[in-house]
């Protein structure tokens, strides 16, 4: 009987999420947005701490805005979609993006 009760409640307690999981491809890519996020993080720990120049900051936020740009036109195409082809284009471009940080701060 408990073992019953505990398998109706968790899958009652899953179902919302399952059916939230189905309806995401409309929202944003996660990992694209978190990479985002992390770069701009570490583009203002450079300013913080003095590693990154007024110069080397605006030319990477420059670049980061050029490739957010993109993106938007990218989902302008594909109806607010990224193809696999465009998340590995933009993927590319956030990994130079991402080495130009690190090299710039060093």
Request: hydrophobic share 30%; net charge positive; glycine share 6%.
């Amino acid at each position: 009987m408990k073992l019953a009760s505990f398998a109706i409640a968790v899958t009652l307690a899953f179902t919302p999420t399952v059916i939230f999981a189905q309806s995401a491809p409309n929202l944003p890519d996660p990992t694209i947005n978190q990479r985002k996020e992390n770069q701009q993080d570490r583009i203002a720990q450079g300013v913080k701490s003095g590693e990154l120049s007024a110069g080397q900051t605006a030319r990477l936020e420059h670049q980061e805005a050029g490739i957010n740009k993109e993106e938007r036109g990218m989902r302008a195409q594909d109806n607010g979609h990224l193809t696999s082809q465009d998340r590995k284009v933009i993927n590319h471009q956030q990994n130079v993006e991402s080495r130009r940080i690190y090299r710039d701060k060093h």
